[in-house]
C-alpha cells in the first residue's frame, strides 16, 4: 500500500471517513491524498449565466485544504488534494487506479439513516467494477487502534493469497491478531469447512497466528456485526468476487449488504484470481 485516497462530498459522513483516513495515513507513513468530484448541474434561467468549472474547481479545493490542515496529524505531515468534474464513481475509480497500491476510503452513513446519492450510488457503483481496495467508515465512527481484525473469509481454490497483501501490511503495522470467521449455514459441516478452506490461510497468515470461528446463522451480516462487537473489532475484512453481468444487474452479495449495515470500518478487497495471474505471467514470458 503507497497512497491513501480519500473520497468526499463534505457531508457528516465523509468527514467521518477523512478523518480516519488521515490517522491511518500518518500511522502508515504513506501519501494521502483528498479528492473531491463535482458535477455542473445544467439548469436554463431566465437570464443565462456562465458557470466557471475552474472557480468551482478552486473553490472544492480551498474546502478540501481546509479539512487537510485542520485533521492532519503533524506538521510534517503533506496531505494532496484534488477536485474534479464529472461523474462521481467514474472519476474515482479514474484517479484511484493512477496511484500505485492505492487504498480508497469513502464514508457511508451510519445504519439507520438514508444515504445520500453520492454515499449510496456512488459505493454502489463501485463495489460492481472495483480493481482497487475500498474502506468503508461509518459516519460517526471514532479512531481505535487496529488491534483486532475479523477477516471474513470467503477464501476458495481459485484465489490468489496475495489478494491478502494489504491486510498483512496493516497487521504488521498495528501487531493485530487476526481472526478469520466463516458464517455457515447450518447444513455445512466446521469440520469440511476446516479440511477444505483453511489450511492455505493458516500458512499465509502463519506470522499472525489466525484464530478460527465458525458461527452457524443464515444472516451473515448480523452474525458478523454481532461477532465484531462481542470481539471488540477494529477492522472487518471482506473479499469482492468478481460476477457475470446477470449477477451485476439482479443480485445483491453479501459484501453489498454489509457495507450498508456496518457499524466498523470494512476493507473490501479485490479478489486475485490464480487463473487469471498465471495468464498474465504466461504473457509477460511470450513478450520477453
Known amino acids: 500500500m503507497k497512497t491513501i485516497m480519500i473520497a468526499t462530498d463534505f457531508s457528516n459522513a465523509s468527514y467521518s471517513a477523512v478523518k480516519y483516513g488521515i490517522r ?21 434561467p431566465d437570464a443565462y449565466t456562465s458557470i466557471d468549472i475552474n472557480d468551482l474547481k478552486e473553490t472544492a479545493e480551498k474546502e478540501l485544504r481546509k479539512e487537510a490542515m485542520e485533521l492532519r496529524q503533524n506538521s510534517s505531515q503533506i496531505i494532496d488534494v484534488l477536485a474534479v468534474e464529472g461523474d462521481e464513481s467514474t472519476m474515482i475509480q479514474l484517479y484511484a487506479n493512477r496511484y500505485s497500491e492505492c487504498l480508497l476510503i469513502c464514508g457511508i452513513k451510519s445504519k439507520g ?8 450510488d456512488t459505493i454502489t457503483a463501485l463495489l460492481k467494477t472495483m480493481q482497487i481496495s475500498l474502506l468503508v467508515v461509518p459516519e460517526g465512527f471514532e479512531w481505535m487502534p487496529i488491534k483486532k481484525i475479523t477477516l471474513a473469509s470467503a477464501i476458495d481454490t ?5 489478494t491478502l497483501d494489504q491486510l498483512k501490511s496493516i497487521a504488521t503495522t498495528f501487531e493485530s491478531k487476526i481472526l478469520i470467521v466463516r ?17 492455505r490461510l493458516t500458512s499465509y497468515l502463519k506470522d ?8 452457524k446463522s443464515n444472516d451473515v451480516t448480523a452474525s458478523l456485526n454481532e461477532f465484531a462487537s462481542a470481539k471488540n473489532i477494529g477492522l472487518m475484512v471482506m473479499i469482492s468476487h468478481p460476477h457475470n453481468m446477470l449477477d451485476r444487474i439482479f443480485a445483491i452479495s453479501e459484501t453489498d449488504t454489509m ?11 479485490p479478489e486475485i484470481k490464480m487463473k487469471n495471474k498465471l495468464n498474465e505471467k504466461k504473457k509477460e514470458n511470450a513478450v520477453a
Open 208 to 215: 499472525f497466528t489466525p484464530e478460527y470461528y465458525f458461527p
Open 158 to 162: 481459485e484465489t490468489d493469497l496475495e
Open 24 to 44: 491511518l495515513g500518518a500511522i502508515l507513513d504513506i501519501r494521502v491524498v483528498l479528492f473531491h468530484a463535482f458535477q455542473v448541474v445544467t439548469i436554463i
Open 113 to 120: 439513516k438514508l444515504f445520500n446519492r453520492f454515499l449510496g
Open 259 to 269: 457495507v450498508f449495515r456496518t457499524a466498523i470500518p470494512l476493507m473490501i478487497l
Open 183 to 199: 458464517v455457515l449455514e447450518t447444513k455445512f459441516s466446521v469440520i469440511e469447512e476446516i479440511k477444505y478452506h483453511s489450511e
